[in-house]
């Protein structure tokens, strides 16, 4: 007597329990990711075949675009001593609010005498085109002489080293604007910088 055949079944698998997974490492990384900050003044770096990545902290990096310089510093603690020391030498008393904002700040343009405004303002508010005018770097009101001065001072007292410092400049800004920024960090004998440039392919 013939045995009867039993029919196969299509096996299932359940993915209830690692789509629950998937979804719950989705939003932890979506929660815990930091978005990426707008530059205040875009530049395009000229583009190099080295590749030397600059250090993480302990760095002030000049940013050089349309006749403008940026200024930013790395680490909270680091911003808002040079605030203070900055505010010593203006004779500007920040408020506890007022320098916490600062420490959130990666980098800016603006004279001393407009720094108070820009703090009070949002994030998006501040990287709106052309609303800041660059720090002054002249000889009769030499601001960027004295963040940098001062920068170097906080770093020294934070983290006790001394701070790195890396120039950001525009491929089409012209070579006198940079030149003015090289000499301001000789007078302080800042003689080794970085050059922040892009990558580009090797020439064959």
Excluded: H
Excluded at 6 to 30: E, G, P, R
Excluded at 67 to 82: A, D, E, L, S, W
Excluded at 180 to 199: H, S
């Amino acid at each position: 007597m013939a045995k009867a055949k039993s029919q196969k079944k299509a096996a299932a698998i359940d993915m209830t329990a690692m789509c629950d997974v998937a979804f719950l490492l989705l939003t932890f990384f979506i929660l815990t990711a930091t978005a990426k900050q707008p530059e205040p003044l875009p530049v395009d770096t000229p583009s190099s075949t080295v590749q030397t990545k600059l250090p993480e902290k302990d760095l002030a990096t000049l940013t050089v675009g349309s006749g403008k310089v940026f200024f930013g510093v790395t680490g909270k603690q680091v911003r808002v001593r040079t605030l203070e020391l900055m505010g010593i030498k203006y004779g500007i008393a920040f408020t506890p609010e007022e320098r916490k904002r600062f420490s959130q700040i990666d980098a800016f343009g603006v004279p001393m005498s407009q720094l108070r405004s820009l703090i009070s303002k949002s994030s998006a508010e501040r990287n709106q085109k052309n609303l800041q005018s660059g720090i002054p770097k002249d000889s009769l009101d030499n601001q960027l002489k004295e963040w940098i001065y001062n920068a170097r001072i906080a770093t020294n007292e934070v983290a006790g080293v001394q701070l790195k410092v890396a120039i950001k400049g525009d491929a089409k800004q012209e070579y006198p604007e940079i030149k003015k920024v090289m000499d301001i960090l000789q007078d302080q004998q800042i003689n080794q910088f970085n050059l922040v440039t892009g990558l580009r392919g090797k020439d064959f």
